[in-house]
T-cell receptor, first 115, second 118 residues
Framework: AQKVTQAQTEISVVEKEDVTLDCVYETRDTTYYLFWYKQPPSGELVFLIRRNSFDEQNEISGRYSWNFQKSTSSFNFTITASQVVDSAVYFCALRGGAGGFKTIFGAGTRLFVKA | GAVVSQHPSRVICKSGTSVKIECRSLDFQATTMFWYRQFPKQSLMLMAT?????????EQGVEKDKFLINHASLTLSTLTVTSAHPEDSSFYIC??????????????FGSGTRLTVV
């Protein structure tokens, strides 16, 4: 079975603080993909990153960075110098062949960034 | 990039009526589309997978007679909520797989439909 766990339900930070959103996954697939999406109040899903299971290189994109560790089945997301516009719900997701190529989402982490 | 258009963005309907939601892939042919439902402050839950020209596959616990999915063409999938009730009020969002993308990895989400049943 595939599963994504985002243990942090809500996080509140003050602007300019760094914040890390945790994601732990479970899958029996050897080939799978991990994702992070941002969902602002409008509801639309904003794609942030896709990582395949064979690429454990960490990635940085501006203030965003991702840490993928297969050994601990984690794919954590860090926002550096957070801004009010980062306030949203962030979802970690998993897609693998055993799941019929369906994308399974974690429960989401609601991030509040206060000015 | 690939674009998926979902309409309507918001709909209010009376209890007992049916509502149709459309999901269109604008610049690619989507052989597979997925429908999700999201209740307030909850995650996206997969309802069904539809493949063009065949019957949809529903997830456990989703009533196929209530949520009718039609994927009659490579660019259009529809979700019809039949005999809607207030408990069906939710955010519905579709996702389309672009088989022409590198490795067929790209799945694009629509912008969602907020359904309110009164």
């Amino acid at each position: 079975a595939q599963k994504v766990t985002q243990a942090q339900t809500e996080i509140s930070v003050v602007e300019k603080e760094d914040v890390t959103l945790d994601c732990v996954y479970e899958t029996r697939d050897t080939t799978y993909y991990l994702f992070w999406y941002k969902q602002p109040p409008s509801g639309e899903l904003v794609f942030l990153i896709r990582r395949n299971s064979f690429d454990e290189q960490n990635e940085i994109s501006g203030r965003y960075s991702w840490n993928f560790q297969k050994s601990t089945s984690s794919f954590n997301f860090t926002i550096t110098a957070s801004q009010v516009v980062d306030s949203a719900v962030y979802f970690c997701a998993l897609r693998g062949g055993a799941g019929g190529f369906k994308t399974i989402f974690g429960a989401g982490t609601r991030l509040f960034v206060k000015a | 990039g690939a674009v998926v258009s979902q309409h309507p963005s918001r709909v209010i309907c009376k209890s007992g009526t049916s509502v149709k939601i459309e999901c269109r892939s604008l610049d690619f042919q989507a052989t597979t589309m997925f429908w999700y439902r999201q209740f307030p402050k909850q995650s996206l839950m997969l309802m069904a997978t539809s493949n063009e020209g065949s019957k949809a596959t529903y997830e456990q616990g989703v009533e196929k007679d209530k949520f009718l999915i039609n994927h009659a063409s490579l660019t259009l999938s529809t979700l019809t909520v039949t005999s809607a009730h207030p408990e069906d009020s939710s955010f519905y969002i579709c996702s389309a797989r672009d088989p022409s993308s590198t490795g067929g990895y790209d799945y694009t989400f629509g912008s969602g439909t907020r359904l309110t049943v009164v």
